[in-house]
Nanobody
Framework: QVHVVESGGGLVQPGGSLRLSCAAS????????IGWFRQAPGKEREGISC????????YYSGSVKGRFTISRDNAKNTAYLQMSSLKPEDTAVYYC????????????????????WGQGTQVTVSS
């Protein structure tokens, strides 16, 4: 049975850091590119970062570029999103998802391409 589980969310002050984890079971994460998405209250879900399966290529949206770092550990079947210099506008539910269609991440994420999704983890940035 396929599962994707995010963890590591929580409450953090502006300027702080968090590392989110995305643990997969029931399939091999190494075969999939991994995307991170987020949905803030009252807003549509947006794709913010992706890491390819074949070459480790990465993509970041303009809103997180330079502050967030995506990585993966295929041996642990886990992907990560290191978030630094967090801002109140980063407050959202963060989701990871696995995409078998694409082995690389050349640009903006297309949600319909993603096969498996986690349930999300809440990140709140507030003083």
């Amino acid at each position: 049975q396929v599962h994707v589980v995010e963890s590591g969310g929580g409450l953090v002050q502006p300027g702080g850091s968090l590392r989110l984890s995305c643990a997969a079971s029931g399939f091999f994460l190494r075969d999939y590119s991994i995307g991170w998405f987020r949905q803030a209250p009252g807003k549509e879900r947006e794709g913010i970062s992706c890491i390819g399966s074949s070459d480790g290529s990465t993509y970041y949206s303009g809103s997180v570029k330079g502050r967030f770092t995506i990585s993966r550990d295929n041996a642990k079947n886990t992907a990560y999103l290191q978030m630094s210099s967090l801002k109140p506008e980063d407050t959202a539910v963060y989701y990871c998802a696995a995409n078998l269609m694409r082995s690389r991440c050349p640009g903006p994420l297309l949600q319909y391409e993603y096969d498996y999704w986690g349930q999300g983890t809440q990140v709140t940035v507030s003083s």
